[in-house]
T-cell receptor, first 112, second 114 residues
């Protein structure tokens, strides 16, 4: 079956702009989590959605937001981009959490 | 404080030699435990997971991990390393009161020499 699909793979944005990243989970998976990966901070949890409801949120400013649609696809949005938002953004999906999370290949965001 | 620690930032191993990557966690209860591997520019691939039961867990690519409750450890091992095992390895925990929120260690970069 198809894995977790993230689009786009690469993105270059200018400071102050906003960006939307997309994640299509494995068919049947209702939990979708987002992570930010940087060399300095490592892998940091952004938020998790389950059946269109945000269940958990990490320690990121309000500029980072997300949502999940009825088909479990998820989007995350970052407004007013800063240079420090440059990172690999990873999405992961799971059937019920305890079975483990499958990650997508990520979206590499560069803010200039 | 709750944390996941991978003491080794970088490990160099010869092809064919054994590999052991360390992971310690600090949580009140035993969390769900995972090992992931990441190749450059790629996402994370799940190697194995532990929830309960047999403390020696077998995973993909010939990896295994042993859970030791007394040491709060979940170390990853491979008897004979292949050049394709060069990658970054992450230990992660999942708490049952924080579904969806994997907490990762800092990662261990593994270099394989001929």
């Amino acid at each position: 079956k198809a894995g977790v699909t993230q689009t786009p793979r690469y993105l270059i944005k200018t400071r102050g702009q906003q960006v939307t990243l997309s994640c299509s989970p494995i068919s049947g998976h209702r939990s979708v989590s987002w992570y930010q990966q940087t060399p300095g901070q490592g892998l940091q949890f952004l938020f998790e959605y389950f059946s269109e409801t945000q269940r958990n949120k990490g320690n990121f400013p309000g500029r980072f937001s997300g949502r999940q649609f009825s088909n479990s696809r998820s989007e995350m949005n970052v407004s007013t981009l800063e240079l420090g938002d440059s990172a690999l953004y990873l999405c992961a999906s799971s059937l019920q959490g305890s079975d483990g999370y499958t990650f997508g290949s990520g979206t590499r965001l560069t803010v200039v | 404080a709750q944390s996941v620690t991978q003491p080794d930032i970088h490990i160099t191993v010869s092809e064919g030699a054994s590999l052991e990557l360390r992971c310690n966690y600090s949580y009140g209860a035993t969390p769900y435990l995972f090992w992931y591997v990441q190749s450059p520019g790629q996402g994370l691939q799940l190697l194995l997971k532990y929830f309960s039961g047999d403390t020696l867990v077998q995973g993909i690519k010939g990896f295994e991990a042993e859970f030791k409750r007394s040491q709060s450890s979940f170390n990853l091992r491979k008897p004979s390393v292949h050049w394709s095992d060069a990658a970054e390895y992450f230990c992660a925990v999942l708490l049952t009161d924080s579904w969806g929120k994997l907490q990762f260690g800092a990662g261990t970069q593994v270099v394989v020499t001929p």
